[in-house]
T-cell receptor, first 110, second 116 residues
Framework: DAKTTQPNSMESNEEEPVHLPCNHS???????IHWYRQLPSQGPEYVIH???SNVNNRMASLAIAEDRKSSTLILHRATLRDAAVYYC???????????FGTGTRLKVLA | DTGVSQDPRHKITKRGQNVTFRCDPI?????LYWYRQTLGQGPEFLTY????????KSRLLSDRFSAERPKGSFSTLEIQRTEQGDSAMYLC??????????????FGEGSWLTVV
């Protein structure tokens, strides 16, 4: 199973952009890059996913490197409610496997 | 609310007792997953169903654990003879599987189990 590497923790100031990195050097051609976040005492929440091209939605943007060995989740303006653990996951198309690591704990400073 | 629903949200039980958790997936989602999460760790896969068929079970799912999804709708996860090591959050997720495309899963709020 392809694995991802994320920093354990990051800090950001409120209302500033946040760039959360993820390395996935063993990614295969059929692996989608998914991001979830988990607020305290809640289940993981879907944020965004992509295959090759950069993706935008109302929550965030996903920038995928040209070689697909890394990606970055971008929160354009961090708020206190964005403080959570962010998980970067590789999901092989057509399979059931979503393998979570320990994620990046994002702290947002007021 | 049309999200994944789990019940109960919190359960405290004595060691040796049986507990059952229920999950109602998003309507029309044909895949349903159970995960377990302990403090400081990411969710770990336990098992999943496609419609009513249980297609995969993790080695984490000991003989004391059983999951069902009758009629391919809601699912139950039962833990028999609970042990303190079973204390965790049990997460249910669902998705609509349509073949080899990006398959996004959606999680419920989780059911917290404390075994005393």
């Amino acid at each position: 199973d392809a694995k991802t590497t994320q920093p354990n923790s990051m800090e950001s100031n409120e209302e500033e952009p946040v760039h959360l990195p993820c390395n996935h050097s063993t990614i295969s051609g059929t692996d989608y890059i998914h991001w979830y976040r988990q607020l305290p005492s809640q289940g993981p929440e879907y944020v965004i996913h992509g295959l090759t091209s950069n993706v935008n939605n109302r929550m965030a943007s996903l920038a995928i490197a040209e070689d697909r060995k890394s990606s970055t989740l971008i929160l354009h303006r961090a708020t206190l409610r964005d403080a959570a653990v962010y998980y970067c996951i590789l999901h092989t198309s057509g399979t059931y496997k979503y393998i979570f690591g320990t994620g990046t704990r994002l702290k947002v400073l007021a | 609310d049309t999200g994944v629903s789990q019940d109960p949200r919190h359960k405290i039980t004595k060691r040796g007792q049986n507990v059952t958790f229920r999950c109602d997936p998003i309507s029309e989602h044909n895949r349903l997953y159970w995960y377990r999460q302990t403090l400081g760790q990411g969710p770990e896969f336990l098992t999943y169903f496609q419609n009513e068929a249980q297609l995969e079970k993790s080695r984490l799912l000991s003989d004391r654990f059983s999951a069902e999804r009758p009629k391919g709708s809601f699912s139950t996860l039962e833990i028999q003879r609970t042990e303190q090591g079973d204390s965790a959050m049990y997460l249910c997720a669902s998705s609509f599987y349509r073949g080899r495309t990006g398959n996004t899963i959606y999680f419920g709020e989780g059911s917290w189990l404390t075994v005393v």
